[in-house]
């Protein structure tokens, strides 16, 4: 693997594009999906897991992870990737989501933000500078600039002070992160739903020259189509030949439409999320197992998947156990949908580097518009 921090594109497909990011810690498969694991574990799965399942990279939460057990604490025991059990990169969220998510918890100024603890009520200040330092006592990869994200909708002067704001919190981070061998950060576009401020963004944070750069503040709130218009204005403002990263998002059809359009890392935990919920993915769309259809269906999710989880076990038995609030069914739906997500990635990816993805998109996206199996 690389010393240092590269990105390597290697093919495009339309706007579609085929990369490697490699780093000291392993490489990176672009376009890729990374499964959230906020406090150090992806709900409701084994690391072991989710790396067979096809992922290159997981996430972890500055905000959680500085709560509990405490970035210091973390670095003492040998940092993140030892303490949980996994070698391979981390790339973790700076505490900005959480400017918006517990916005009844926090207080925001020029400096940073105080947050009172949603566990304890304890008070923590997290300025762009401690937000870096917390990263680096974790051991993180891939560092987020510390930014103010705004629920959608909004007014337009609130959107352009959050943007300004998050501007110069970047300028602030980039001297905090300094020269990190091997390591990375990477700046993050907001601007909301304003074509114009998501340019003025993109194009004030391509003057820090950052390893990467993350459009953030989409997905919270706006329809798809707002969330693809911005993503139109914004990418052919960002450096060619840098990584793109659409934080938060999405559904399988949120990930196949942003591809399309140049974007390059994904993160959500609607995966695991809804898995617990009794959601599963599927290449005939979503499938809700909950439904009483389910309950004597002895098929499996998916016979063709080359997951335990979607081919060996019956429908009527992950009926049976979501209903009856057992643990092993959001255990087993979370592995499936996990799996079914990597897979969509690395279809996407063989479609780009053969340049058929416009006939991977339709083709997905028919198997989508069939639907379930009919009913037994």
Not at 350 to 364: L, P, S, W
Request: aromatic share 6%.
């Amino acid at each position: 693997m690389s010393e240092n921090f590269q990105f390597n594109l290697r093919a495009t497909d339309g706007g579609a594009r085929l990369g490697e990011i490699t780093m000291p810690r392993g490489m990176i498969r672009t376009p890729a999906f990374m499964p959230v694991g906020t406090v150090g574990t992806v709900k409701a799965m084994y690391l072991d897991q989710v790396r067979d399942t096809g992922a290159d990279i997981i996430l972890g939460n500055t905000y959680h992870l500085m709560l509990r057990p405490g970035a210091e604490r973390v670095a003492r025991l040998g940092g993140l990737h030892n303490l949980i059990r996994w070698p391979h990169p981390i790339l973790t969220d700076s505490g900005g989501f959480q400017v918006m998510s517990l916005s009844g918890l926090r207080k925001l100024d020029e400096k940073g933000v105080t947050f009172k603890s949603h566990v304890d009520g304890s008070l923590h200040h997290m300025s762009p500078e401690r937000s870096i330092e917390i990263q680096g006592l974790l051991g993180s990869d891939i560092q987020m600039q510390l930014d103010e994200c705004v629920a959608l909708p909004a007014e337009p002067k609130e959107i352009e002070r959050a943007m300004e704001l998050s501007q110069r919190w970047a300028e602030r981070c980039r001297v905090a992160f300094g020269d990190q061998p091997g390591k990375a950060m990477f700046g993050i576009v907001q601007g909301g739903d304003i074509a114009d401020l998501r340019i003025r963004s993109a194009e004030g944070l391509k003057q820090l020259d950052l390893k990467g750069y993350a459009v953030g503040g989409l997905a919270v709130g706006e329809p798809q189509d707002v969330m693809l218009k911005m993503l139109e204005t914004t990418l052919p403002v960002l450096p060619n030949e840098k990584p793109r990263y659409l934080m938060g998002v999405g559904t399988p059809d949120d990930i196949l439409k942003s591809v399309a359009r140049g974007i390059d890392m994904f993160d959500c935990v609607m995966p695991t999320r809804s898995g617990r919920h009794g959601l599963a993915f599927t290449r005939r769309g979503k499938v809700n197992i909950r439904n009483a259809r389910h309950a004597e269906d002895l098929r499996p999710l998916d016979e063709e998947s080359n997951c335990p989880a979607a081919r060996d076990y019956s429908r009527a038995y992950l009926h049976h156990l979501v209903r009856s609030d057992e643990a092993l069914g959001g255990m087993l739906l979370s592995w499936n949908n996990l799996h079914y997500y990597q897979d969509l990635m690395k279809g996407i990816r063989q479609a780009i580097a053969e340049g058929r993805f416009a006939d991977f998109y339709a083709e997905t996206q028919e198997m989508w518009a069939k639907g379930d199996l009919d009913p037994q």
